[in-house]
């Protein structure tokens, strides 16, 4: 079992702080409340990575809003896109009609996130928007449309706060940069 001491050794450098992101968060809930205003608003989390992001974002939403998940996969286990984008768990509810903003923790070359909207656009939402933590816009092969953006970052493979590298490093607190080495190493 390594400690988290060991666990931090693996990360480079710190991109985004605690104390960066909780203020970001802040002031994105507060922008999606004043434009949902009204609206009953429907969050879908895409898993893993988003949970972390959602739980925090929705604790500044001053709106009444719902929560769904989906599951999707298109990395197996590794750092580059395989471009296949596959549905693990759906949505529980129909959303015809509902004001529906997918929340992401990162988007990178786009590719999955572009595959998730055309399939949600045909269910026939009455909107669908999306809320990003991050974003890498050096990485893009598809455009995607992003109302809204926590952090544009560099073209580095970032942990913690609910991205991972192989499933670990989600619970580390901040955003952090993958040391190279090891990222070039793992499969
Ligand atoms: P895309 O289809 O290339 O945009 O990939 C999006 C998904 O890839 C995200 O939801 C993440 O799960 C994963 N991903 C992309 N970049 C990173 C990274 O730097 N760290 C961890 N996961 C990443
Ligand atoms: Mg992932």
Request: glycine letters at 6%; a negative charge; one cysteine or more.
């Amino acid at each position: 079992m390594s400690s988290q001491a060991e666990l931090e050794r693996l990360i480079s450098e710190t991109l985004i702080d605690e104390e960066r992101l909780s203020r970001r968060i802040a002031e994105l809930g507060e922008e999606i409340s004043a434009d949902y205003a009204g609206h009953d608003l429907l969050l879908v989390g895409v898993l893993k990575g988003a949970v972390f992001f959602m739980s925090d974002l929705m604790r500044h939403l001053t709106i009444p809003c719902e929560i769904d998940f989906m599951a999707i996969s298109s990395y197996a286990g590794a750092t580059e896109s395989s471009g296949v984008v596959r549905i693990l768990k759906d949505l529980d509810m129909n959303i015809e009609g509902r004001d529906v903003l997918v929340v992401e923790d990162i988007i990178d070359s786009g590719l999955t996130l572009s595959y998730l909207m055309r399939n949600l656009e045909s269910r026939e939402p009455a909107s669908l928007e999306i809320c990003a933590l991050l974003t890498k816009p050096e990485r893009r092969e598809i455009d995607v449309p992003v109302r809204y953006v926590g952090f544009e970052i560099p073209n580095r493979f970032v942990v913690g706060y609910g991205l991972d590298f192989d499933e670990k490093y989600r619970n580390l607190p901040y955003v952090g940069v993958l040391d190279p080495e090891l990222e070039a190493n793992l499969p």
